[in-house]
């Protein structure tokens, strides 16, 4: 099991280590003041590992640049961040979704889908490539996520409320270095995107 804070500190455990949990429950990971654990993802042993960040950066890295630790035990840095900027998704690339696009929509309702393919490898710790261009007018990256195979339509949700549905289709695949192009309008010119769920039939 791969973990991975809001900080960019993942940490991988077996699940061995979590056969015999407490009624009060046992310590996953030990934290670093101010950070928090947001993501728990399976993984094989030989997975690459994708995050992306509030500002627009991502990095992809082998998962066994990560090696299992107890625990309670802290984790390593899996990406560098600036200030102010923290880790918004994690996904698993493997056989599966290798092929796959990703979703990334920001703030302001501007989105795009891009190739798996145009992220590269790299090693785990570093600053990362841009997943899209970052402006005022788009806001920063609120949502990215792999989209499932049997994915057939995307929902919007705004803070305020604001609910659109659109076609996977109708979003655009365009590459890392483009801001992408408006998936939603708001009625309330002060709103941003809160959410966005890939929909089956």
Not at 9 to 20: A, C, G, H
Request: hydrophobic residues 40%.
């Amino acid at each position: 099991i791969l973990m991975a804070t809001k900080n960019g500190t993942v940490k991988k455990s077996k699940l061995t280590e979590y056969e015999n949990i407490r009624r009060s429950g046992i310590v996953a990971i030990k934290l670093e003041a101010g950070d928090e654990l947001a993501w728990a993802r399976l993984t094989s042993g030989s997975d690459d590992i994708l995050l992306v960040t509030h500002e627009g950066k991502s990095i992809r890295f082998t998962e066994s640049e990560v090696r299992p630790t107890a625990r309670d035990t802290m984790g390593v840095r899996g990406v560098l961040l600036t200030k102010g900027d923290f880790v918004v998704s994690v996904d698993v690339i493997n056989a599966d979704t290798k092929g796959a696009e990703f979703l990334t929509v920001m703030e302001k309702g501007i989105g795009k889908k891009t190739a798996i393919r145009d992220f590269p490898k790299q090693r785990r710790g570093g600053q990362g490539v841009k997943v899209a261009v970052v402006k005022d007018k788009t806001g920063k990256v609120m949502v990215s996520q792999i989209v499932p195979k049997e994915c057939d339509s995307v929902m919007l949700t705004s803070v305020k409320g604001q609910v659109v549905k659109l076609p996977i289709t109708s979003v655009p695949r365009l590459g890392r270095a483009t801001s992408g192009v408006i998936l939603m309008r708001f009625t309330d010119k002060s709103d941003t995107i809160a959410a966005a769920t890939c929909l089956t039939k």
